[in-house]
């Protein structure tokens, strides 16, 4: 499916009317089925599933001076409520009419403009479809200047980026082998998913986590429950993987259970990290102010897009909040972007950006980002700093 949209925003209020600057003229949409390499699942469900193409949604905004840029969003019903149809129609019959015409240098325009148009709910409307309209708007803005997003911000603290490598397995013996293949190709640390069979005993769970820590003794291992526990049932797995020298018990509680989660940090002998809550800079103001978090998770969709993840991240470093890194099993556009965003703080963990280890980005074209020994280079080139070959894309889509 491809879509787009020229209409222009009847509420921008910019200085695209007087005809000064360069302004934002066509928003493409691109529904894409890109192969897969392995089987991943979450608490909810299913990730990806070998030999089933993962559908991703691509996004092109070209500006009035021929600049171009491309975004992702990733529909996973399985971890959050927007899918593929939902993106699609979010961006072609709202999002890119409200935002054609706007100033390409408005990224906070561009945010008040998508505020207007899906309003906000618990947290901020259609994080997903809205992420990869800002991610192409910042590749855009980018490349009109001849810079790399770094340079945009004027921040960009490391060139690569530690990743770790997702362990995958039902059992001790498949989770061992999993670990045997990251390490093959060079990666040193790992995150495991739990939740993964409803009702199962924490101590099965915390027998799984055990097996990865005996296959990598030396790795930051971190655990991810992508919200399946209770208040009671995770401080019985967090006492129980205490002695297993765990980096962080990701999101073991519901997202708008924040007491719980202020709770569980005070009880939990291991760090506990916070992801699915965070879905607007106002979500982690609320946790400062309860003293509910000590480890918050950046992710460039969850955000909305790199914008409003920027925003977030400052927040954190600025209230003394650790910051760990994180994706939606994103193909190259999306990876990038949140290289980025990585680069410009500091991860107390290796990042789990595992799109290369379930799933391949046909469209990917010179330069390509380079992932070596489990850790990756921040791309240098102008926006991205990556190329898209736009007629691959257009023979991928569905």
């Not at 925003?9 to 089925?33: K, L, Q, W």
């Not at 609320?286 to 000590?294: K, Y």
């Not at 330069?367 to 489990?374: E, H, K, L, Q, S």
Request: glycine share 10%; charged share 20%.
């Amino acid at each position: 499916m491809v879509l787009n949209s020229e209409q222009s925003s009847a509420d921008s209020g910019s200085d695209s009317e007087s005809g000064s600057g360069v302004t934002v003229e066509r928003i493409e949409t691109f529904t894409v089925a890109l192969p897969t390499l392995r089987d991943f699942g979450v608490a909810g469900g299913g990730v990806t599933v070998k030999g089933r193409p993962a559908v991703r949604v691509l996004v092109k905004v070209t500006a009035s001076d021929g600049s171009t840029g491309w975004g992702e969003a990733t529909p996973i019903p399985s971890w959050t409520y927007e899918t593929t149809e939902s993106i699609v129609s979010t961006l072609s019959h709202y999002l890119a009419p409200a935002a054609t015409g706007l100033p390409l240098w408005d990224l906070d325009g561009l945010v008040r403009v998508c505020d207007r148009t899906i309003r906000r709910g618990w947290s901020t409307g259609m994080p997903l479809a809205r992420a990869a309209l800002d991610v192409a708007w910042h590749d855009a803005l980018a490349r009109s200047r001849g810079v790399g997003l770094g340079e945009l911000w004027g921040r960009r603290r490391h060139d690569t980026v530690d990743l770790c490598w997702i362990a995958t397995g039902s059992d001790p013996a498949a989770l061992a082998d999993s670990v045997a293949e990251g390490q093959a190709h060079g990666y040193r640390h790992f995150k495991i998913k739990t939740g993964l069979t409803p009702g199962e005993p924490e101590s099965r769970e915390a027998a799984r986590v055990a097996a990865v820590r005996e296959a990598a003794p030396e790795a930051r291992l971190v655990v991810d429950a992508n919200q399946a526990g209770t208040q009671d049932s995770a401080l019985r797995l967090a006492r129980l993987l205490g002695p297993l020298d765990i980096a962080a018990l990701e999101q073991p509680l519901p997202a708008n259970d924040i007491e719980g989660l202020r709770r569980l940090r005070d009880l939990s002998p291991v760090p506990i990290a916070v992801d699915e809550s965070l879905r607007h800079p106002t979500d982690l103001a609320t946790f400062v102010r309860r003293s509910a978090i000590g480890i918050a998770v950046a992710k460039v969709q969850r955000c909305a897009g790199l914008t409003l993840a920027l925003r977030q991240c400052q927040l954190a470093e600025d209230c003394g909040v650790a910051l760990m890194g994180s994706g939606l099993t994103e193909s190259d556009i999306g990876l990038a972007a949140s290289l980025h965003l990585f680069a410009a703080y500091d991860l107390v963990a290796p990042a789990d950006l595992n799109g290369r280890q379930f799933l391949t980005s046909p469209y990917a074209t010179g330069p390509t980002i380079r992932v070596r020994g489990g850790t990756a280079e921040v791309p240098t080139g102008p926006g991205l700093g990556i190329g898209v070959d736009e007629g691959t894309v257009r023979e991928l889509a569905c």
